[in-house]
């Protein structure tokens, strides 16, 4: 059961944890809406799937921020109890580490739960989505620059677009003028109506168009043929080279990944299965490396807990590269390792006694 002191550290820590999370996330927004509407600035995207974008990025960020907000939100919160005595009180009053990680553990346990969810569905799903749309707003975007009564080149010059104007809803082109050279003739094509189709697998964009007519010939002579169809299909981008065969793992839904063999899968499946255990090193560690002497300030021990989180990630992303080389078993040496650092701390900050009875914490 929690006790008072119990439910006044969590609540301090949740109003600190929620506060944190919403700087590191804006920070996360701001960057990535810079990125975006740079590319909707350049035509590469319509500046309405900008927010879109925004919004599942910032989704799947989320099991890196939440494990680095809540380790600041506890650092924080201990860093205040010191400087205002409290916490000394507390020790006074009989209160040992083992009782003072109990709301914290509490926290821990429900953010694991969370990174879980996130780390195995939420993060791959909107990696997922995000490219998927990516690649759908790039067609659109294709489109929106072939505007009515302009013409447009494409495939490196050799092919010019007109069209006359738009279809109903944004739904491509009508009246639509196409000619492209090739090994010394020249194909022109009329036809009715027109869109751009992008091909998400392999980049590829295509012109696709009904009801018109192809003249194909060689210019200054007479033998021009001329073709009626119902449909057409003129590529205006060839397929990008070498970056479709191989699929994005951190894309593939945990399942998926389950079905993959090799190293690489095998590195990417233990990288997510690896996040939930983040939050708990990371909460061990905390209590021995927040322990300060009263007075010193909320922020003494910010700069030793930030280098122990960037030492902490790196580790965990070289041991995933080991594992994906094959150099490697597993990463789960990296979380083993943290939770020996924490003991350490623990046993060197308090000792086996005093973790139990709360004796003698203010050294």
């Known amino acids: 059961?929690?006790?008072?002191?119990?439910?006044?550290v969590a609540r301090q820590t949740l109003v600190v944890w929620a506060g944190v999370t919403a700087v590191l996330v804006a920070i996360v927004v701001v960057n990535r809406f810079a990125v975006y509407l740079g590319q909707a600035a350049a035509g590469e995207i319509p500046g309405a799937?900008?927010?879109v974008l925004l919004g599942l990025s910032v989704l799947s960020l989320l099991e890196v921020?939440?494990?680095v907000s809540l380790f600041l939100a506890v650092m924080l919160t201990l860093g205040r109890l010191y400087r205002d005595s409290e916490a000394t009180v507390a020790w006074a009053c009989g209160l040992t580490p083992a009782r003072l990680y109990r709301p914290f553990a509490v926290l821990a346990v429900a953010a694991a739960i969370l990174l879980a969810v996130l780390a195995l569905y939420v993060s791959p799903w909107a990696k997922s989505t995000v490219h998927r749309i990516s690649m759908q707003a790039r067609a659109t975007a294709q489109v929106s620059v072939m505007l009515p009564g302009r013409f447009k080149t494409f495939a490196d010059g050799r092919g010019v677009f007109y069209a006359g104007g738009s279809?109903?809803?944004?739904?491509g082109f009508t009246d639509v003028f196409s000619a492209l050279r090739s090994g010394g003739q020249t194909a022109a094509i009329v036809a009715r109506r027109?869109?751009?189709?992008l091909t998400p697998s392999t980049g590829e964009r295509h012109l696709k168009l009904d009801d018109g007519l192809?003249?194909?010939g060689t210019p200054g002579r007479l033998d021009w043929t001329v073709t009626r169809f119902s449909g057409a299909d003129l590529v205006l981008q060839p397929p990008q080279v070498g970056g479709t065969s191989k699929p994005d793992l951190d894309r593939l839904s945990t399942a998926?990944?389950?079905?993959?063999?090799?190293?690489?899968?095998?590195?990417?499946l233990a990288w997510r299965v690896a996040q939930p255990f983040t939050v708990l090193v990371l909460i061990l560690i905390a209590l021995p490396l927040a322990h300060t002497r009263p007075r010193r300030g909320r922020y003494a021990r910010l700069v030793p807990a930030i280098l122990f989180f960037i030492v902490y990630f790196n580790l965990l992303g070289i041991a995933r590269?080991?594992?994906?080389?094959?150099?490697?078993?597993?990463?789960?040496?990296?979380?083993?390792?943290?939770f020996a650092a924490g003991l350490v701390l623990l046993w060197r900050q308090y000792g086996r006694r005093r973790i139990l009875t709360g004796a003698r914490h203010d050294r």
């Open 65 to 67: 921020v939440i494990p």
């Open 1 to 8: 059961m929690f006790g008072v002191f119990d439910r006044y």
């Open 194 to 197: 027109g869109r751009v189709v």
């Open 167 to 171: 279809a109903a809803k944004g739904q």
């Open 214 to 216: 192809r003249y194909a």
């Open 321 to 338: 590269v080991w594992v994906a080389d094959g150099n490697l078993p597993t990463l789960a040496w990296v979380p083993a390792l943290g």
């Open 256 to 268: 998926a990944l389950f079905a993959q063999e090799g190293d690489d899968a095998r590195a990417a």
């Open 49 to 51: 799937e900008t927010f």
